[in-house]
């Protein structure tokens, strides 16, 4: 969470309390030589504009203060210990004014770390009006590593990475299923891959860097469609609605989250002025288009990102906290989000539907299970099935393994920096070794032996393979880094702006209280006869996902 309000990494674009005078910068740094003089880090390709330190230390008095500094700044983790203890403190917290201020501080901290309008693609390492204006690249935040350095990660580490396949056996490969210390539930993990596709969808055609989604967030493209004329293929042109299909054990006695025949009288008042049924139509499905996206973006911070986080500072989607603070109301997906989203440690060894085990090639594509089952079961049955561990290692099942794989070559083929140069960007500091980076000694001795020195370790890699947070899924670079976009994503959503976030853009007073009342459970319940068990955790982990009794933490 915040270090505080100023002690991050400069946003882009401004300059650190403590950075040096702006000196001119030569119009091309050569990224491969540190210390390279380009005091005004931003206007440099290639990292030495990622670190401010190695810029200040051209400036000893600068760097003195930097230092002292950084000796009195609280770490990442010593706000995360306060956000996921003393759960008392929170209670009182939650239900004062402080919660707000909190969220506000939480939000702009991390937002501030995304560059907004967005600067590089695996293409451009420096700004240049093609990565600004051509949406098919997902855009980066630190610039690849340029062609002519000297080793593949730049200048630290051996001529040749080590290969992938060896490195997802030996080190991510899981040996035996652990349990995610916090309950986190199957429900979760395919909340978590069915959200994030409607933003990562790499482009077959174009290649690695390139996306299909071009709307660059949460604009609800897996199920209306990338294009428009997926959209109307999918529509059926009447009362707003798509083309569906009844499920078993689903009703039309209760109305659905967004009932657009709820919505529709709301729009009577066009119906009087214009006739056209087709008008009606278009209106309709427009703003349930924006409802569903608001429920969406609801949904994921309250009780997606609230499980995720661990933390006992209730989080709140409330667009309204950001409008007294700058803040750019644009999103960009970046390569880099996409890497560290590979999540499939989460996926178990098989899959428990009402007490029936299936194995991944019983259930993969099976279609026929929701007619089968119904979504009442499957809703029950996944809230009900504990996900796997994401980090500390040897967490992925061989059946999703070759993912992982893809994921490092995808890494090497768009040169993205090593996981030490993200640490510093996201305002962490390196490791110093892979012991410091696993928490242990022999898988840590085989990295060391593979990469050859820390700062040449890559990125996915690094984020796998550190050690978890106490309890935690996962280690706290994957929090520092991936919280930044994703908070970047969810409130830089048009529909939070000031001219968007209000009545008449959701058709009136009843369809804004649907966005800002919607949760998971009312997703699901609203929708199917009977009520199933239904959360982001298993039902014997504690609410709000405090740490449970578990097994070792971690090791590899
Ligand atoms: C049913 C289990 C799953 C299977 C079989 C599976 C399989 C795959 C495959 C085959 C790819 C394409 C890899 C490539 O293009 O190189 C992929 C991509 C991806 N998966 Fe999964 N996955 C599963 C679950 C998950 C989960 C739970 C997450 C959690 C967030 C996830 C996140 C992703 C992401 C972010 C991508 C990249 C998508 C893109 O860029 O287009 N997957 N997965
Ligand atoms: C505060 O929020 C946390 C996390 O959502 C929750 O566990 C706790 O019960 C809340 N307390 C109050 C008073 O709302
Ligand atoms: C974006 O860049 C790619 C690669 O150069 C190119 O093929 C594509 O046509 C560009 N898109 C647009 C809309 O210009
Ligand atoms: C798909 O799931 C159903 C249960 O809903 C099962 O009976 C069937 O064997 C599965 N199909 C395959 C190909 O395994």
């Known amino acids: 969470l915040p270090r505080s309000a100023h002690a991050t990494a400069p946003a882009p674009g401004t300059t650190g309390p403590t950075a040096p005078p702006v000196s001119p910068c030569p119009s091309v740094c050569h990224p491969c030589v540190p210390g390279q003089p380009c005091a005004h880090s931003t206007h440099c390709s290639g990292w030495a504009g990622s670190s401010a330190g190695r810029v200040t230390a051209l400036f000893p008095p600068a760097e003195f203060w930097t230092r002292l500094h950084n000796l009195l700044k609280p770490s990442p983790a010593f706000y995360h210990f306060i956000l996921t203890h003393f759960k008392w403190f929170w209670d009182i917290i939650n239900s004062t004014f402080i919660r707000d201020t909190l969220m506000r501080l939480v939000l702009t901290v991390r937002a501030n770390l995304i560059p907004s309008p967005p600067t590089f693609n695996s293409d451009y390492g420096y700004i240049s009006w093609e990565a600004y204006a051509n949406v098919s690249y997902y855009t980066r935040v630190l610039p690849p590593v340029p062609d002519d350095c000297p080793t593949p990660m730049g200048t630290k580490g051996k001529l040749q990475l080590p290969d992938p396949q060896l490195l997802a056996e030996r080190f991510l490969l899981r040996q035996k299923f652990e349990a995610d210390p916090r309950g986190t539930n199957m429900m979760f993990a395919f909340f978590a891959q069915h959200f994030t596709h409607q933003f990562f969808k790499t482009s077959g055609k174009m290649g690695r860097g390139f996306t299909k989604a071009l709307g660059h967030g949460v604009d609800l493209g897996h199920l209306y469609g990338d294009n428009l004329q997926r959209q109307h293929q999918l529509r059926l042109f009447r009362d707003g609605k798509l083309k569906f299909q ?25 119906l009087l002025s214009d006739p056209s049924p087709d008008a009606l139509d278009e209106q309709l499905f427009q703003t349930a288009r924006l409802i569903l996206i608001g429920e969406t973006i609801k949904i994921v911070v309250e009780d997606y990102v609230q499980h995720l986080s661990g933390y006992y500072l209730s989080l709140k989607f409330d667009p309204e906290l950001l409008f007294g603070s700058q803040f750019q109301y644009r999103n960009r997906i970046a390569v880099e989000f996409n890497q560290l989203y590979h999540w499939h440690g989460l996926m178990p060894d098989s899959f428990i539907i009402q007490g029936q085990e299936y194995s991944y090639k019983q259930f993969l594509y099976n279609t026929s299970m929701l007619m089968d089952y119904g979504v009442e079961a499957l809703v029950e049955s996944f809230s009900k099935q504990v996900a796997g561990r994401i980090g500390g290692g040897q967490t992925i099942n061989a059946n999703v393994l070759h993912v992982a794989v893809g994921v490092i070559r995808e890494s090497r083929q768009l040169r993205l920096q ?110 199917v006869k009977k009520c199933p068990y239904v959360a982001f955790h298993v039902p014997d982990a504690a609410e709000h996902g405090s740490p449970r009794a578990a097994g070792p933490s971690t090791e590899l």
């Open 246 to 270: 009844v499920p078993p054990s689903t009703t039309e006695t209760h109305p659905s989250p967004v009932s657009q025949g709820c919505l529709k009288p709301m729009f009577l008042w066009q």
């Open 418 to 527: 090593p996981f030490n140069e993200y640490r510093k960007r996201f305002g962490m500091k390196p490791y110093k070794s892979f012991q410091e980076l696993t928490g242990e000694e022999e898988k840590a001795a085989e990295l060391e032996e593979l990469y050859g020195d820390i700062d040449a370790l890559e990125f996915y890699p690094g984020l796998l393979l550190e050690k978890p947070q106490p309890n935690g899924i996962f280690g706290e670079s994957m929090v520092e880094i991936g919280a930044p976009f994703s908070l970047k994503g969810l409130f830089g959503n048009p529909i939070c702006s000031p001219e968007y976030w209000k009545p008449s853009t959701f058709g009136g007073a009843t369809g804004f209280e649907i966005v800002k009342t919607a949760s998971l459970e009312k997703l699901v319940c609203l929708n």
